[in-house]
């Protein structure tokens, strides 16, 4: 683009679509730099170059902005791989976790953002139903189908493994606060599979 | 008592641990009955009549405080049951802080404590050190005798376990902010022994 924002401004208002991808770009790059608290409607405003009213209308509080800037930013292949193998396949999306979250940076922004959901209605609505959930919904599918072809026993609780395999990673990275990298997967998803009794041990 | 702090205020100091009491105790009233976010140096100091001076001296932050009053306040049993059959010992303790989220209180206090963690360093700090980790090691006791009495596999990863079981609750809690109850726990216990595959699938 040659024209500045201010040449754009002489001439009349942005398209909408054009502000809101401003607005995302600057709230994300304050994120990822500054932190969650730095996020504030002022100086995202200030960043983009756009009116604070026009946020006010838009987003319900900073924190739900700054959830939306996250996911517009990291946007990833979310679809879940299936090559047949549901061990082989949750090794891969959960090691995908991992390293997002300890390689990718995402680790910081995300633990704030699941931490200020905690106190803001709208940023938590958000980011469980941009986020937590639809996840949540994608790794079912694909436990779904591994149930069918009976890679999983019948009467497993789906919502229940994926309790244990992201629930265990945020648990780290949340409440017990201690260091997890990579290597901790394979344990994840065995454990999942084939629990920790001995063999043979009857169930129920 | 018959003296009230006024009375007491006008001969001399209380003793430290009187002070450091009644903070406490005011801190984690305010906290669960106006949330984290009225836990504030000022406000604490009011209600407990103390100084500001005395709280900035002892607490690093109201963040600390809060966690610090939360856990005198809610203070209670930890000791892990040992009846000799870990599946039922790890229904009762886990059944026991399903209930403390749910039906005794503990779940907005604890959300906003873990939230605030965050991005408060000395909370965080607090928190793991006093409260997370500390319960982590009871487990661990508890899965290490259920270990050597062959109720565990020896290639067990006990850490793993915690992340299965207490990480679950914490997991639909706060990330993905989804209504859960007692009922979740025999599957959870389940599920962590003896997995999800199949019977006899071969591991590894």
């Keep these: 683009m040659s024209e500045s924002i201010a040449d754009r401004r002489g001439r009349g208002r942005r398209p909408a679509a054009e502000v809101r991808a401003a607005v995302l770009t600057a709230a994300g790059r304050i994120l990822l730099r500054d932190g969650m608290q730095a996020v504030t409607f002022d100086r995202v405003a200030m960043e983009a170059g756009s009116s604070k009213t026009t946020l006010y209308k838009w987003w319900p509080s900073p924190g739900a902005l700054a959830a939306e800037a996250y ?39 995300v633990s704030e953002l699941v931490g200020a959901a905690q106190m ?24 779904r189908i591994a149930q069918r072809q009976g890679q999983l026993r019948e009467d497993a609780d789906l919502d229940v493994i994926v309790d244990q395999l992201w629930g265990a990673c945020y648990h780290r990275l949340l409440v017990l606060r201690v260091p997890f990298d990579e290597s901790i997967v394979e344990r994840l998803v065995d454990h ?3 629990g920790s009794a001995p063999r043979g041990a009857e169930e129920r």
Tied chains: 1, 2.
């Design 192 to 194: 999942a599979l084939y």
């Design 120 to 143: 803001d209605e709208s940023l938590a609505h958000a980011w469980s139903e941009s986020y937590a959930l639809p996840r949540r919904e994608l790794a079912r599918q694909r436990l």
């Design 71 to 109: 996911f517009a930013h990291s946007r990833r292949v979310l679809d879940f791989p299936d090559t047949g193998d549901v061990r082989a396949d949750l090794i891969t999306q959960l090691g995908a976790f991992v390293r997002w979250l300890k390689d990718e940076g995402a680790e910081k922004p």
